[in-house]
Every structure is written in C-alpha cells, then in structure tokens.
Nanobody, 125 residues
Framework: QVQLVESGGGSVQPGGSLRLSCTAS????????MAWFRQAPGKEREGVASITNRGTATYADAVKGRFTISRDTAKNTLYLEMSSLKPEDSAMYYCAADRWVSFSLTLLESQYAFRGQGTQVTVSS
C-alpha cells in the first residue's frame, strides 16, 4: 500500500508561483510512476503532469512551459512547480501513484491505484 500526502496549495495572484509537494510512504518515489491531477468545480479531473519511474516527464498542453514535475528521493517527495499561474489553473490538485502505468496513459487517472487527498490552489486577483 502506498500513502500520499499533498501540501503546498494556497491562494496566489495571476502570474504568481506555487510549489506543491506530495510525500509518499510505503514505497519510494524513484520506483513509482507518479502524476498530478486537478479538478475544478463542475469539471472533470484532468491530468496535469506525470513522471515515470525512470524520470521521464509528460505534461498536459495547458501547462507546458509553466509547470515542472520533479522528485526528491532523499525526501521521498514528488513536486509540482507552477509558475505564470492563471485563474483557470484554480483547482484541487491531487497526486497519484502506481508501480507501473502504460506510458501512453500516464495522464489518465484511472491508471493509478493510489491517490492523495488533494491540496487547493486558487489563482485570483
């Protein structure tokens, strides 16, 4: 069993930055396939960024060039660095993990067995 705990959400003005963290227990981040998803009110949950066990990252078109997914094996933590934030980035952000995911489906939430509880991000002036 893998447990995931997100943190780092908050309120920020448009154009600002935030870093989300997802601390894992029960396995190590360098062996897991992991991803960030988000869900805004009234919208479906969507994939934001993923990272394979070997460190290959994939991004949704909406966040390419603005968000960076990374991991720290010493802290067993996954990060999502978000910059140039827009109001449409406002959502609950979740991290997810599994021990293997088909590479072509890494931004599909149903592929992951383990999920955290989420952290809220609000972008507003």
């Amino acid at each position: 069993q893998v447990q995931l705990v997100e943190s780092g959400g908050g309120s920020v003005q448009p154009g600002g930055s935030l870093r989300l963290s997802c601390t894992a227990s029960g396995d190590t981040v360098d062996t897991l396939w992991m991803a960030w998803f988000r869900q805004a009110p009234g919208k479906e949950r969507e994939g934001v960024a993923s990272i394979t066990n070997r460190g290959t990252a994939t991004y949704a078109d909406a966040v390419k060039g603005r968000f960076t997914i990374s991991r720290d094996t010493a802290k067993n933590t996954l990060y999502l660095e978000m910059s140039s934030l827009k109001p449409e980035d406002s959502a609950m952000y979740y991290c997810a993990a599994d021990r293997w995911v088909s590479f072509s489906l890494t931004l599909l939430e149903s592929q992951y067995a383990f999920r955290g509880q989420g952290t809220q991000v609000t972008v507003s002036s």
